[in-house]
């Protein structure tokens, strides 16, 4: 997700937990609860509305679960017969979801941790099972690998092969090593290979996409692993082609940026040692505040060669620093001998509330298939 578990958008005066939780999206879910016998859902809206404005994202939803629990039975079997009979309809089963559901359904998810991961492992297990056809448990299994390793991942190997793609996701996205947001799981960042492999072949896109984020946060850990599951992936042949060649890419997105070279030649693109930048150049040696950095080059092999062109800008950080960051410019093929020709209007946002610019001198380099080969320096002007 684009947002931190402040809430906060990038939008002067936004808020993204207003957004999700507000009167008509506790209103529906006091409207969901009602149905269960002696339950006040005027009393909870007024409780859980009046804790919200000053809660993060997170904490609303621990908030919300208070307000929950204070109406719901104290022993846990029962409380999970409750919050099972309250849920909505499943999200589609047609795969066309998108997204992992509505915040508002995170609560069962919340309940099950505090109240079933000594005593009550199955049935909780039971629970998120239902409740991630809802809104995704990626969070709210992760306390249940730590605790109970062996019998949460027996689990998931029964959940990686599930109809309903929502619980599929969740063993491939629950497993990450980097989620974010959550929680660090103490599992061997390689024991979920065992799941990939088999979700990798998924037809949905909405788990294949999970397990290129997952190979992502492996690369991270163990480049070597991921390198060979996808050879072997690619060798196996058990996805369509397209979507193989997506999922790749999609997984060596960082290895890429980072010039790997064994990424690369999965991908297709070789370190060519005839690969020349021509040229590479700009028109401003200085660059003033609030106008774009503008530069063009030229590169030329001496064979056809497909090429992924990239740019680093080391940015100046307020202690005087560099801080290096890769940006993707074109993928295409050179022809012999013929240039490829390749320019870039870089904005250069002063005033983005995730990252800030400092003035100073900052080296701009041009690296092709991983390789870097040439630079130029320009000075942004405070």
Not at 104 to 109: D, F, L, Q, S
Request: charged fraction near 25%; hydrophobic fraction near 40%; aromatic fraction near 8%.
């Amino acid at each position: 997700m684009a947002r931190g578990p402040d809430g906060q958008g990038g939008g002067a005066g936004f808020s993204l937990a207003d957004q999700l939780f507000n009167a008509d999206s506790l209103g529906d879910l006091a409207r969901e609860f009602s149905t269960l016998p002696g339950f006040d859902a005027e009393r909870f809206h007024r409780e859980a509305l009046a804790g919200m404005a000053t809660r993060t994202l997170l904490d609303r939803l621990e908030h919300i679960a208070d307000c929950l629990e204070a109406q719901l039975a104290p022993d846990f079997p029962t409380m999970a017969d409750q919050l099972e009979a309250a849920m909505p309809p499943p999200l589609s089963p047609q795969q066309v979801d998108d997204d992992f559901g509505r915040f508002i359904h995170a609560p069962p998810g919340i309940l099950a941790v505090r109240h079933g991961l000594e005593e009550h492992r199955e049935r909780a297990l039971d629970l998120l099972f239902e409740a991630t056809k809802r809104f995704s448990m990626e969070f709210y299994i992760r306390p249940f690998l730590n605790r109970w390793p062996d019998e949460t991942l027996a689990r998931l190997r029964l959940w990686a092969r599930d109809e309903n793609y929502h619980v599929r996701r969740l063993v491939s996205e629950g497993t990450r090593p980097k989620l974010p947001w959550a929680k660090n799981i103490t599992l061997d960042p390689q024991v979920p290979l065992e799941f990939l492999a088999r979700l990798h072949a998924d037809p949905t896109r909405y788990v294949t996409r999970s397990v290129a984020n997952h190979l992502n946060d492996i690369w991270k850990i163990a480049p070597e692993a991921v390198y060979e599951t996808l050879a072997d992936w690619q060798k196996r042949a058990a996805q369509d082609p397209k979507e193989l060649a997506w999922l790749t890419r999609h997984a060596l997105r960082s290895a890429v940026k980072a010039g790997a070279p064994e990424a690369l030649a999965l991908l297709g693109y070789r370190a060519d040692s005839s690969l020349r930048l021509l040229s590479f150049a700009t028109a401003q040696k200085e660059v003033p505040r609030g106008a774009p950095l503008v530069f063009e080059a030229a590169l030329t092999a001496d064979c056809d060669l497909p090429v992924i062109v990239d740019y680093i800008i080391h940015f100046v950080k307020a202690d005087g620093r560099t801080a290096p960051k890769t940006f993707k410019l074109k993928q295409a093929m050179i022809s012999a001998g013929q240039p490829l020709r390749v320019s870039k209007t870089h904005k250069l946002k002063w005033d983005a509330t995730t990252f800030r610019l400092y003035p100073g001198v900052h080296r701009v380099q041009m690296q092709v298939n991983g390789m870097v080969l040439g630079d130029l320096s320009v000075t942004l002007q405070g």
